[in-house]
Structures are given as structure tokens and as C-alpha cells.
């Protein structure tokens, strides 16, 4: 019923940016809230940043600074604005409903030095 697809992803250089994007089918992305996951090889997945309804964001403390989550609502969309990028942002990286236990399939970012 649900379907959650990210875009934006490739390779990008060290202090360069990237925005990634998280649309949806079968739901309104501004009903819920919203979160971005990674995870690297070998790693555990950890949480990066988050969307509540009311636009109340959160992020990791390794991302504070350079990342921003926000949406557009008229075009159904979440974003991940990544600036700053350092090798150690490589992953593959992956948006989430959490009350609905949804996710998708990822897009992988892989940072150059």
C-alpha cells in the first residue's frame, strides 16, 4: 500500500553537497513522521535525522550543522539537504515511516577525500 522511493544519491567529493529526496505512494509524507536513516558496510544502522507533523527536526550529532531535513508538502516530498559531505557520510542511506513500520530501499552516497 505504501511505497517509499529516494533519489539523489552518487558519488560526491569531500565538502561537496547532495540532496536527497524521499517521495511517496499511498500516503501523505506530512501526516507522519518522517525519518532518514544509514547505514554503512558493516555497520549497524543508525538514525540521522527526523521530520515530526508539526516540522520539528532532529539530527545526529555527527550531521548537526550540515544536513537539514525539511519538506515540501505541495509536492509530497521529504528532503536530506547534505552540504559539508566527509568520506565518513558513505552509506547507503534510507527514509522511514516509523508509525507505519515503512521504509525504502535506500540510495547510496559515497563520499570521496
Known amino acids: 500500500q505504501v511505497q517509499l522511493l529516494e533519489s539523489g544519491g552518487g558519488l560526491a567529493q569531500a565538502v561537496g553537497s547532495l540532496r536527497l529526496s524521499c517521495s511517496a505512494s499511498?500516503?501523505?509524507?506530512?501526516?507522519?513522521?518522517v525519518a532518514w536513516y544509514r547505514q554503512a558496510p558493516g555497520k549497524q544502522r543508525d538514525l540521522v535525522a527526523t521530520?515530526?507533523?508539526?516540522?520539528?527536526?532532529a539530527y545526529v550529532d555527527s550531521v548537526k550543522g550540515r544536513f537539514t531535513i525539511c519538506r515540501d508538502s505541495a509536492k509530497n516530498i521529504i528532503y536530506l539537504q547534505m552540504n559539508n559531505l566527509k568520506p565518513k557520510d558513505s552509506a547507503v542511506y534510507y527514509c522511514?515511516?516509523?508509525?507505519?513500520?515503512?521504509w525504502g530501499q535506500g540510495t547510496q552516497v559515497t563520499v570521496s577525500s
Open positions: 522511514g515511516l516509523p508509525s507505519l513500520e515503512s
Open positions: 499511498g500516503t501523505t509524507l506530512s501526516n507522519h513522521g
Open positions: 521530520i515530526t507533523t508539526g516540522a520539528f527536526v
